[in-house]
């Protein structure tokens, strides 16, 4: 077996995918004739090739026989090491490619003193961050249909759609709040995303993508205008859709009351793994982009 650099090319973006698919299917026991939403793929696919490209040092793939059966990518932003993809083929599991992976993906985190990972629920994940050295901190989400009722009150806070003219107020919120910026990955979610939220008045500023059902990253310099944003994005979630807002720790309080009052499910499910710092709050991070 080897490990080498993940290339920029539409090969190795295809064998990430191959690999995260069957990873991810396994564990979430997803039958693998179930097709993939193409709009998801083409995300994902264009996520693989902008990490590549901002992070080519941290992105790495285990092959056997040419064939990829592993993949991690970490990248860093302002001193924040940050772990956005990382999985085995299910055939290959329990073989230590893992653990050389993210030997490699760690090693780019070098000299970080911060670190996140926005983890899944799979044990064999949980095994190897701890082992890293990460915090493993619980995190629950909050699912379902919108109960449009609860929005008829969201407050007097302004929140207009946001472009990439605020790029410098979203870096700033996020330097306060996590100590390090999203930086060119606002690019990414602007591109790929449905739209971005941004509240900016003499209460504070904040910002938050949605994308279809999905809060994807939300931060805010207080409460206040944290829970306002998040009532927006459900607001704007279109009907039929299933809202969907992970990752959050018991620091998002905040969050889950918005969520309860909205009449979504509340349940546990995977970890936020941080190194060298507490959860960022008001925050819900993005996933892999964290
Ligand atoms: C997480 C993942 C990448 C690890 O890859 P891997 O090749 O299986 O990792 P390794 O074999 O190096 O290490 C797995 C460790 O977990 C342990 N493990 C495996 N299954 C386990 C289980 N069900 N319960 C407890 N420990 C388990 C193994 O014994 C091993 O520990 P050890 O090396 O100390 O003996 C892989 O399991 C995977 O792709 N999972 C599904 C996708 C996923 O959740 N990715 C993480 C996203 S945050």
Redesign the pocket.
């Known amino acids: 077996m080897i490990v080498r650099r993940l290339q920029d090319t539409p090969a190795d973006a295809l064998a990430v995918q191959r690999?995260?698919r069957a990873?991810?299917r396994?564990?979430f026991d997803v039958p693998a004739a179930e097709p993939d939403d193409e709009r998801r793929t083409v995300q994902r696919l264009a996520r693989t090739r902008h990490l590549v490209r901002s992070d080519p040092a941290g992105c790495w793939v285990a092959e056997q026989d040419g064939e990829a059966v592993?993949v991690?990518q970490a990248i860093r932003r302002e001193g924040v090491w940050l772990?956005a993809?990382?999985?085995?083929?299910?055939s290959?599991?329990?073989?230590?490619?893992?653990?050389?992976?993210?030997d490699r993906a760690g090693e780019y985190g070098r000299g970080c003193l911060r670190g996140m990972?926005?983890?899944?629920?799979?044990?064999?994940?949980?095994?190897?961050?701890r082992?890293a050295g990460l915090t493993l901190h619980p995190t629950m989400e909050l699912k379902g249909r919108v109960d449009r009722s609860g929005l008829l009150d969201r407050g007097d806070i302004p929140v207009h759609p946001g472009n990439a003219t605020h790029f410098h107020l979203l870096d700033s919120v996020d330097r306060r709040l996590r100590g390090a910026a999203h930086g060119v990955d606002h690019e990414y979610m602007l591109a790929h995303f449905d739209e971005l939220l941004i509240a900016d008045s003499l209460a504070g500023s904040g910002y938050c993508y949605r994308d279809g059902g999905a809060v994807k990253l939300l931060a805010a310099t207080s409460k206040r205008i944290a829970v306002r944003l998040l009532l927006e994005a459900l607001a704007r979630v279109p009907d039929g859709a299933e809202a969907r807002v992970e990752f959050l720790t018991t620091e998002q309080e905040w969050a889950v009351d918005v969520g309860l009052e909205l009449g979504l499910t509340l349940s546990n499910r995977?970890y936020l793994?941080l190194r060298g710092m507490r959860p960022p709050a008001p925050y819900i991070p993005s996933g892999a982009l964290l």
């Open positions: 690999v995260a990873a991810f396994d564990l592993g991690a772990l993809l990382y999985a085995v083929l299910p290959a599991q329990g073989k230590g490619v893992g653990r050389l992976l993210l990972v926005c983890a899944s629920p799979s044990p064999a994940a949980a095994r190897r961050y082992r995977g793994a």
